[in-house]
């Protein structure tokens, strides 16, 4: 066996990037004996020259082109942490073709492109490593595919995004509303400059697709997947509902396989306050993973940041390095997905338990009206409070139902929220997890 | 690549041995994607003539002794599920040197044999899977392995008998008492025959021996970590601690590089009620991963059971059975222990706040005298609750100290409980994790 050098090309020097290049050098040591052979960052590209000059890498050379890495012939995995879909998906592409393992942190790019990273991957016969795509440092993907490796995965449910829940802790622990607890999120350093992708469920979708896909063995299209943002919901509606029926409400992002199909879908969904993911709280994801034997198992942590997604990348790096070392490349080389994408099942279909908030006209006979609606599409209501609104004139009844179809409950609400002599507003529709 | 059938041989059909048969036939398509070839159970020792008779397995050959399955040429993969220390390490030292790849659940031989049985299997360049030996089928040992590759973990710290964890449950939400609980535990069969290995902890400590070992890459000794059980304690203690200071207990195992060496030990301890394993309830098991990039990694699962040690099996099985696939085995290999054993830091050495409680003779002076011995020790106090008994003559006084030496708070405790005139009977001191 050639025991030699494993040489790493990074391109893009953002908080990751310089994270990595920090632990890399720390933790030189245990990578030495980890591997059993040295790794070293042998190009770093980067178009920012303020960036450039602020890590310290002696020994590394320093460009300003990605595509000096793909022709240098002696890196061996190119770190691909640049952003975006299109650069991003040129430099992975010719690096594969170049004969060089990968390593990317983009979800947006594997979300959007999955098939075609992973056939040029296997085609290459070269791993592609994204444990920092989901969950950062969290090591989700390891664990789907070799902790679990035989086990059929029925169904996976997680906080995928820190921002949202972080924002949704805030108002239902303290009850401030949600402009502050943005503001606070804004102000602790967890919100993207455009906070729509968090809040909107953009992010979560990307990091559900990629897991799903991952678990189907073919492409789960991002665009595909149900998602909702946390914008309807009230503060009075999180405290309701954690007071008076015991749920706590999580911004989940949720896969399950069915006989007819596969749920996806990112909302923000009600769960049993003694449920394991109601207790992850603030900036924290977790994901919980269902399979036919281990039983139910969660994992939690920080999702995000320089560090913990650096801190993915290294062990991806890691791994990828050893079989380098030994030679050992058959098993690190991605299968080819499947070339049909996975059929989403329409929302409609959902089967579920809902929470339901009608802000109702207070005089006599609207009750027994929206009551009426509802069971007219058989939706039973397992409990209920109706609260009345310091107007006098407003009331706000809230409902938890029996398992029923997304279908039904939208039927009804159609029904009611266009009577103006019944509703003074949009009724609000969230799933309850079972 | 030559592909033909990968085949194991399977000693023991207990509870595990049998629910393995069950998951091998039932995921047979999924392994087989998973690994790229067929996987069969070829042969299978077992001693006891009704669950020999008890299993469908057509196509595999019985047999008693597990001698056979050495000898056999064709068996690639041993799994030994007999339990015990004596003919299991015959068994696995023999089959390494017959060339063959070792999966084994026996927490008992790994962690008194440890160095050996790693040793035999680098010399023999063969791999040894022991996912199910800790917390079953959740993949901690997939995780410190290679989730966090490259990584320097400074701190585990578990909630690894599931048994503890449902008795000091029970006792903590329900006020139920020690005996209710474990009678309870007993019923659901959560227990061993002999109790006593669970409550005193000793299943705990040869599973942190095992994951001490794996993180130090030496052999930690199990009979070098401290270890307390879980008799001392009161329904009244956990109920009080709870409600005035916060606090729920929890039976936990914790691993800690210091400076000066490694803290190993299993003892009931109080965690803050907003902690990540506090909320770990019943016979759930859960591990908390402190490294230094990736922020705190929890893991929470099933932590016993048939099914579930199965699948800490199984994943092993096709992990072991893709690298044969691929003539991969040089990175499954494990690495050469180091030779000396971990160097275990004296209890009295631990630095930590600690909850104590005093069973005091309610006459004038006590309290005095008895907070006297603290501060002499240096001991300060964070906040303490004092009670009285319906008997009016024994008084019960809770403290929390600040972080001080366990050697001078037992220092403190020796001057106190030789003291009839103080208190009557000994004093309760159980650390806080902070």
Known sequence: MNI???????????????????????????????????????RIAEKDATRRKSIHAPGTVLSLDWRDLVADRDI?????????????????LASLRAGKHVITANKALLANHWTEVLTEAHKAGRAVGFEASVMAGVPV?????????????SAISGILNGTSNFILTRIGENGVDRRQALEEARQKGFCEADPSLDLEGFDAAQKLAILGSLVLGRWLPPQDVHREGIGNLEKEDLLEARNSFGYVL????????????VEARVQPTFLDKRSPLAEVSREFNA????????????????????????????????????????ADTGASVPRLPRPEHVHVLPYDQLESRF?????VCDRPGVLSKIFRCLSSERISIANSEIRNTPDGATGLVY?????????????????IDVQPALVKRKTLMVPIQE
């Open 250 to 261: 999580k911004p989940l992002a949720i896969l399950k396989r069915r006989a007819t199909g």
């Open 355 to 359: 929470f339901l908030r009608f802000t």
């Open 76 to 92: 061996d995995i190119v770190v691909e942490l640049m952003g975006g879909t299109s650069a991003a998906r040129d430099l992975v």
């Open 4 to 42: 030699r050098t494993i040489r790493i090309g990074v391109v893009g020097l953002g908080t990751v990037g310089a994270a990595l290049v920090e632990s890399l050098q720390a933790n030189a040591g245990i990578i030495r004996a980890d591997v059993g052979a040295e790794v070293v960052i042998a």
């Open 399 to 415: 409902a938890a139902t029996y398992r029923t179809h997304a279908k039904a409950v939208r039927k009804a609400l159609k029904t």
């Open 287 to 326: 994901l919980l993973i269902e399979s036919d034997a281990a039983g139910p198992i969660t994992l939690i942590g920080k999702g995000a940041g320089g560090a913990p997604a650096a801190s993915g990348v290294l062990a991806d790096i890691v791994e990828i390095a050893r079989r380098i070392r030994h």
């Open 141 to 153: 993907i390891h664990v789907l595919q070799s902790g679990l490796s035989g086990h059929r995965i």
